[in-house]
């Protein structure tokens, strides 16, 4: 393709020719036809303009490619597998910010088995990183539904979690290092993997979760897990959330081999069940709850000793084989694409502290159906975690009362409008619910320290006031 002579979306000739020399005419992408797929997340719900889609191969080119947007005042959008659900992956409506995308930075080492860890380009996707720790006899400690396209650079720029976190923790534990080009195109590079390292600021831990606003990530060294081949799998069906959460705590207590503790309720079940033509495994309940252990050992007995001293061995369905196995989870999996099918969602993802999880299901509930009557309210999450997903499917998108009063009935039970996917665009207006003043005085000291610009992905985290 070509972009000479043109002048688009704000972006001078010149400005193109100083990009086409960093990553060359094929990793410049402008036009509509070649900008869309980079314009419009995954939830369809943001979307805007850009005046270019920049593809770097590696971390000099961004680096040139930071300065130069430094330089000139230029916004820039760092995009992963855009996989996000807060919006912060695609450039703002009625921007004409350059987006980045990290796709090509794809290079993944070798397995290094005297540490357990391996170094990822930010481009490189969790299937491929899971695939290459389990030729090497490892976990990569990390699942999602989106593990095909999201990259270890969007898993770490949003502290992401998952179906593993109960055991494994989010990105933040699974990460030792980090290398980074700031908005002034330096770079930071830790990547020696010390489990500990006290030496000043931990710069990488600030990076991780922070969005694509202070720098961007374009190499990660991942701590991998000891391979857990043998599993145990089962889906309990409950009469109610409260039922399920004291379930899932005697659960947690009972099972050292505990991997996966995942909450599914009436409405998404049935839903999920329909979108993928599929017969429910055992009779659909309130609450069914699937319960994973892993080890290098069977850990069947262990899960069904824990499930028979409480009583539930009548209400429970093992996965008979690693079919069956894969067909529960494709249940729980499923329930984000089998949402977006049937509308456009109200999202909320958010952290509830463990034992006011199911108060806090019967008021959301309550609240939605008064906001938005007619609405559908799904509920399910990461138990194990206090991570539930609520999505509201029929209230009109620009219904902002639905929203302040989920987020606002989120911190009053003392939680996190965000567990996992971030503030993004869609929650910075919020973010006083749950961070004080002079806490977020501190993170825009240290936005403004390293991004004095401010070009690193505005209006996410802070708004556009930042
Ligand atoms: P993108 O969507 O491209 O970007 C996300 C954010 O990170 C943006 O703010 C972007 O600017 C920034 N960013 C991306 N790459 C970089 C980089 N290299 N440097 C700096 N900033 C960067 N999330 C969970 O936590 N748990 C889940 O269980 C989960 N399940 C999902 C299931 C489905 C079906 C879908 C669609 C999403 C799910 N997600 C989940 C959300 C999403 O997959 C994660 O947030 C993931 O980390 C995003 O990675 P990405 O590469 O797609 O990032
Ligand atoms: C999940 O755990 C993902 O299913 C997506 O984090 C949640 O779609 C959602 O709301
Ligand atoms: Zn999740």
């Keep these: 393709m070509t972009v000479s002579g043109s002048v ?56 040139r490619i930071l300065r130069a947007c430094h330089a000139r005042g230029l916004s820039v959008v760092p995009q992963g597998g855009n996989t996000g659900l807060v919006g912060g992956s695609v450039p703002r409506a009625g921007g004409s910010d350059i987006v980045l995308s990290l796709t090509r930075l794809d290079h993944l080492g070798e397995v290094d088995r005297t540490a357990g860890q391996v170094d990822a380009g930010a481009g490189v996707t969790l299937a491929r990183l899971q695939a290459a720790a389990a030729i ?20 770490a720029a949003c502290n992401a979690g998952g179906l593993r976190t109960v055991r494994d923790g989010t990105a933040r534990q699974r990460i030792t290092g980090i290398e980074a080009v700031l908005a002034d195109g330096s770079v930071i590079r830790r990547m020696s993997g010390l489990v500990k390292d006290t030496a000043g600021y931990d710069l990488p831990g600030l990076l991780i979760g922070s969005e694509g606003t202070l720098g961007v990530i374009t190499e990660v060294r991942w701590r991998l897990v000891p391979e857990r081949p043998a599993r145990a799998t089962a889906l309990v069906r409950l009469d109610s959330v409260t039922e399920a959460e004291s379930v899932a705590a005697a659960l947690r207590d009972a099972l050292p081999s505990l991997e996966l503790l995942e909450l599914m309720t009436e409405a998404g079940i049935a839903l999920t069940l329909e979108h993928l033509g599929a017969s429910a495994p055992l009779p659909v309940t309130a609450a069914w709850l699937l319960v994973e252990c892993a080890a290098r050992t069977s850990p069947a007995d262990e899960l069904i000793d824990a ?40 999202k909320f993802d958010v952290g509830i502290p463990i034992g006011r999880l199911a108060s806090f299901v019967e008021a959301a509930t309550a609240t939605s159906r008064r906001i938005a ?9 990461h138990l194990g975690d206090g991570n539930l997903h609520v999505n509201v499917l029929g209230a009109p998108p620009d219904e902002e009362r639905l929203d302040a009063a989920m987020l606002a009935l989120t911190a009053a039970h003392d939680g996190t409008i965000s567990a996992e996917h971030g503030i993004g665009v869609h929650k910075p207006a919020y973010l006083s619910l749950v961070r004080s003043d002079a806490d977020r005085a501190a993170m825009a000291a240290i936005k403004a320290a390293l991004d004095p610009g401010g070009i690193l992905n505005p209006g996410v985290i802070f708004g556009t006031a930042a």
């Design 307 to 346: 499930l028979e001293a409480l009583d539930l061995a009548e209400r429970t369905v093992m996965a008979p084989g690693a079919t069956g196995r894969r067909q529960m989870l494709r249940i729980r999996e499923s329930h984000t694409d089998a949402v977006s099918r049937a509308g456009t969602p109200h």
């Design 136 to 155: 090497a006899g490892y976990g990569a400690g990390m699942d999602l539904g989106a593990r095909d396209s999201a990259t270890v650079g969007g898993l």
């Design 8 to 63: 688009l979306a704000g972006l001078s000739e010149a400005v193109i020719d100083e990009f086409t020399a960093i990553v060359g005419p094929a990793h410049v992408l402008v036009g509509e036809d070649l900008t869309a797929p980079f314009q419009t997340d995954w939830t369809r719900r943001w979307s805007g303009p850009c005046g270019a889609v920049l593809r770097p191969a590696d971390r000099d080119q961004v680096s």
């Design 373 to 381: 009557p007619g609405s559908q309210f799904i509920v399910w999450g």
